[in-house]
């Protein structure tokens, strides 16, 4: 099957029966973003990556918050409608932008403010600089999120600057400890229930080809797997080494675990996975990997490509739940039979299933009475499925394909890694992670050292959100 016929089959899946949105009458042309507009969203960028919004003392999140709600209250946001909430150590910020039609839920657009620590030390450039050479821009937060963000919100201010008036009210939500624990962001979900829908700046995103600014494919997540720790525990009396009982903990609990690294979730797919695999197929250098992702998306329970994918730690997670084994203790002394052997068990279970499902499930690959499972996650949720909204679907081509150009390949795709859009998701509010930037693949730094973007995105970035933004609010 060639690339064409894959996404020409896709244009008749439910993901491509988003309708043209009508263009409404008195709707003012888009605006295409200027250089002063560029300037003040990278300004807005730098001034955020130099506050260090980091989780432990001295967490000058709330100065982020600050430096935010005042851009917003220059671009016109009365003082009132702009909230930034001091929660414990960190902040968060609500801006409210009133749509002309109060019977309207609001669109949310939603990011976070915190960022992962970064040492000094580690770094060639200070993290905390922020720097800028050949077009790139260095510091903590350039990847993951305070460029993104800084764009989002810009480009919020330079649409209300144009004199677009939202029918549907617009709300500004960025948490401050999503990084972290996420309390903020179960917090501002909360608060936030009756949404319409939220657009996540802190996730997808584009790849550039290798050594080039030059867009290969756009990928945005509409779903993400769920966290889940199960601890695994074998206890005997115990006793003197010299005198062995044929019950050992640690070996009874071995087994248990060899059974858990050979037992496979059964494979699943959903509208999401599915369109991810039928599209990504084009990107694998591999053929026979290729042909595999293209068997898959097919049929998830044919067993030689299922292998194959399942093969590839890229890919495994988006066949169906994975359980791994992460952390193992046991025993007392050198000299005693074990009193207690433990072990842990990290899933990601695919969207649709329960913790005690997965639980049990895991419980019958192990099929011993004496291995005692027991659910050990901290505070992680399972967001049921988001559904697929044909208005954002519609919206988010057409802004990409405005920022990027016509020949963008489009991924769907199911994240492995959780963000604030999961506790929208489990208030049932549909939420997309749509960042506008691109990345070349050998400079994704998020979390890690040296992190960095290209300035060349910040343009795009505006023209994506100037798109996206009135299509979903006007
Ligand atoms: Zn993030």
Same mark, same amino acid.
């Given at each position: 099957?060639?690339?064409?016929?894959?996404?020409?089959?896709?244009?008749?899946?439910?993901?491509?029966?988003?309708?043209?949105?009508?263009?409404?009458?008195?709707?003012?042309?888009?605006?295409?973003?200027?250089?002063?507009?560029?300037?003040?969203?990278?300004?807005?960028?730098?001034?955020?990556?130099?506050?260090?919004?980091?989780?432990?003392?001295?967490?000058?999140?709330?100065?982020?918050?600050?430096?935010?709600?005042?851009?917003?209250?220059?671009?016109?946001?009365?003082?009132?409608?702009?909230?930034?909430?001091?929660?414990?150590?960190?902040?968060?910020?609500?801006?409210?932008?009133?749509?002309?039609?109060?019977?309207?839920?609001?669109?949310?657009?939603?990011?976070?403010?915190?960022?992962?620590?970064?040492?000094?030390?580690?770094?060639?450039?200070?993290?905390?600089?922020?720097?800028?050479?050949?077009?790139?821009?260095?510091?903590?937060?350039?990847?993951?999120?305070?460029?993104?963000?800084?764009?989002?919100?810009?480009?919020?201010?330079?649409?209300?600057?144009?004199?677009?008036?939202?029918?549907?009210?617009?709300?500004?939500?960025?948490?401050?400890?999503?990084?972290?624990?996420?309390?903020?962001?179960?917090?501002?979900?909360?608060?936030?229930?009756?949404?319409?829908?939220?657009?996540?700046?802190?996730?997808?995103?584009?790849?550039?080809?290798?050594?080039?600014?030059?867009?290969?494919?756009?990928?945005?997540?509409?779903?993400?797997?769920?966290?889940?720790?199960?601890?695994?525990?074998?206890?005997?009396?115990?006793?003197?080494?010299?005198?062995?009982?044929?019950?050992?903990?640690?070996?009874?609990?071995?087994?248990?675990?060899?059974?858990?690294?050979?037992?496979?979730?059964?494979?699943?797919?959903?509208?999401?996975?599915?369109?991810?695999?039928?599209?990504?197929?084009?990107?694998? #250098? @591999?053929?026979?990997? !290729? /042909?595999?992702?293209?068997?898959? &998306? +097919?049929?998830?329970? *044919?067993? =030689?490509? $299922?292998?194959?994918?399942?093969?590839?730690?890229?890919?495994?997670?988006?066949?169906?739940?994975?359980?791994?084994?992460?952390?193992?203790?046991?025993?007392?002394?050198?000299?005693?039979?074990?009193?207690?052997?433990?072990?842990?068990?990290?899933?990601?279970?695919?969207?649709?299933?329960?913790?005690?499902?997965?639980?049990?499930?895991?419980?019958?690959?192990?099929?011993?009475?004496?291995?005692?499972?027991?659910?050990?996650?901290?505070?992680?949720?399972?967001?049921?499925?988001?559904?697929?909204? #044909? @208005?954002?679907?519609? !919206? /988010?081509?057409?802004?990409?394909? &405005? +920022?990027?150009?016509? *020949?963008? =390949?489009? $991924?769907?795709?199911?994240?492995?890694?959780?963000?604030?859009?999961?506790?929208?998701?489990?208030?049932?509010?549909?939420?997309?992670?749509?960042?506008?930037?691109?990345?070349?693949?050998?400079?994704?730094?998020?979390?890690?050292?040296?992190?960095?973007?290209?300035?060349?995105?910040?343009?795009?970035?505006?023209?994506?959100?100037?798109?996206?933004?009135?299509?979903?609010?006007?």
């Amino acid at each position: 099957m060639t690339s064409c016929t894959a996404l020409r089959r896709l244009t008749t899946s439910a993901l491509a029966l988003a309708p043209m949105i009508p263009a409404l009458a008195h709707s003012a042309p888009v605006p295409v973003p200027t250089s002063a507009e560029a300037a003040q969203a990278l300004d807005l960028a730098q001034r955020e990556i130099a506050i260090r919004s980091v989780r432990g003392e001295a967490n000058r999140t709330a100065d982020v918050a600050a430096l935010i709600r005042d851009r917003l209250i220059a671009g016109g946001w009365a003082p009132g409608d702009v909230v930034v909430t001091k929660r414990g150590e960190t902040a968060t910020l609500v801006a409210k932008w009133a749509g002309s039609d109060p019977r309207l839920k609001p669109l949310v657009l939603s990011g976070h403010m915190d960022v992962v620590e970064a040492k000094r030390g580690d770094w060639v450039r200070d993290p905390f600089g922020p720097v800028i050479e050949d077009g790139v821009l260095y510091g903590r937060g350039a990847t993951d999120m305070k460029f993104d963000g800084a764009l989002m919100v810009s480009a919020v201010i330079d649409l209300r600057a144009h004199g677009y008036k939202p029918r549907r009210g617009i709300v500004i939500a960025f948490s401050g400890d999503e990084e972290t624990v996420m309390a903020t962001s179960a917090a501002l979900a909360n608060e936030l229930k009756d949404a319409d829908m939220v657009i996540n700046a802190d996730g997808g995103g584009g790849t550039f080809a290798d050594g080039t600014d030059k867009p290969l494919f756009w990928l945005w997540d509409g779903n993400e797997k769920a966290y889940a720790d199960y601890q695994l525990e074998v206890t005997n009396p115990g006793g003197h080494s010299s005198e062995p009982r044929h019950d050992n903990a640690i070996v009874q609990l071995a087994q248990a675990l060899v059974k858990v690294g050979a037992y496979q979730f059964p494979p699943e797919q959903n509208e999401l996975t599915k369109a991810w695999f039928e599209r990504a197929a084009q990107f694998q #250098a @591999d053929p026979a990997k !290729a /042909a595999a992702m293209r068997a898959f &998306a +097919a049929n998830p329970n *044919d067993a =030689a490509p $299922l292998a194959l994918v399942r093969a590839d730690p890229d890919l495994v997670g988006k066949t169906g739940t994975t359980c791994v084994a992460t952390m193992l203790s046991g025993g007392h002394a050198e000299n005693a039979l074990p009193q207690r052997a433990r072990a842990n068990i990290n899933c990601r279970i695919f969207p649709g299933h329960s913790r005690e499902a997965i639980m049990a499930e895991l419980k019958g690959a192990i099929a011993s009475d004496v291995v005692k499972i027991t659910d050990v996650t901290d505070g992680s949720i399972t967001p049921p499925v988001t559904p697929l909204r #044909a @208005d954002y679907v519609a !919206a /988010a081509d057409k802004a990409i394909h &405005a +920022a990027w150009g016509r *020949d963008i =390949a489009i $991924l769907p795709n199911q994240a492995s890694g959780g963000s604030d859009s999961m506790f929208y998701r489990a208030n049932g509010v549909p939420a997309y992670n749509a960042s506008p930037v691109f990345t070349r693949r050998d400079e994704r730094m998020s979390h890690g050292l040296n992190e960095r973007v290209r300035l060349v995105n910040i343009k795009p970035a505006l023209t994506f959100y100037f798109n996206l933004i009135p299509d979903l609010t006007k």
